[in-house]
């Protein structure tokens, strides 16, 4: 009655199902792992001492930013430059635009300072001028997954989708730093925008994504299981069918 399991058909499907299980089971396995990797930084980010407690640093000794400097107050000295804003951004459930100030430092790069948040259709404050030291939390350049980002494009002029050295590249003619600061006193009209956790070191929504994940790739490998059998059961009922004349 399983003298079908010999022919090519069946051993295509046997060679098939002998592959499919142990791959299902390695990307399960390595979800899982992506899974905990963000537990395991998770738990280290909190053991940290909190970056804003930490006494202020000359920004160059900061960079580049990783999941260690993330936070940690930053100074750097020089001039304000170009202003712009940065919309589509939330504050306690408001939405507005960050005010992004370049600050030219004295070693010629440019910083990116967010100076705080503006509610929809107010004014942005002009920055200082002369010589001026800033303060703020440093953080990493946004990319087009950040949360806020406008990555499409097709913004007026003086405005940006996204605060990172690649949207800046074709504004302005000087260098900018891979980084950026917020401040955490900001001018009257301004609210100061909270520093942000360093990526892949909290439990967000991509975390539990690779949690669900993981619980994909194994329901597909019993999937595979489940239905060799029903072809199993199905073919062998064919077989004995036939075997009675039916």
Known sequence: MYRF???????????????????????GTWQLGKFEDRV????????????STQRAEALDALLPVDTETSGRIARASGRYGEQ???????LDGRSGSYVLTLLRTDGGKALPVVRGWLPSGGRAPAPP?????????????????????QAAGGLPQGQLGMISA????NVVSYDVYDAWVTVTDSPA????????AAAGTGLDMKAFQNLGY???????????????????RREAEASRDAALGL
């Open 5 to 27: 399991l010999r022919t090519p058909r069946w051993w295509g499907i046997n060679v098939f199902v002998l592959l499919a299980i142990p791959f299902c089971v390695f990307m």
């Open 40 to 51: 395991d930084s998770h738990r280290e980010a909190e053991r940290r001492p909190d970056p």
């Open 84 to 90: 712009f804003l940065v919309p589509g951004r939330e």
């Open 129 to 149: 001028t002369g010589e001026v030291t800033v303060t703020g939390a440093l953080q990493a350049s946004e990319s087009p997954g950040s949360k806020g980002v």
């Open 166 to 169: 690649a949207s800046l590249v």
């Open 189 to 196: 009209g301004l609210t100061p925008v909270p520093a942000t």
């Open 214 to 232: 993981t619980a994909e790739w194994f329901v597909f490998a019993g999937f595979v299981v489940f239905m060799w059998f029903r072809l199993l």
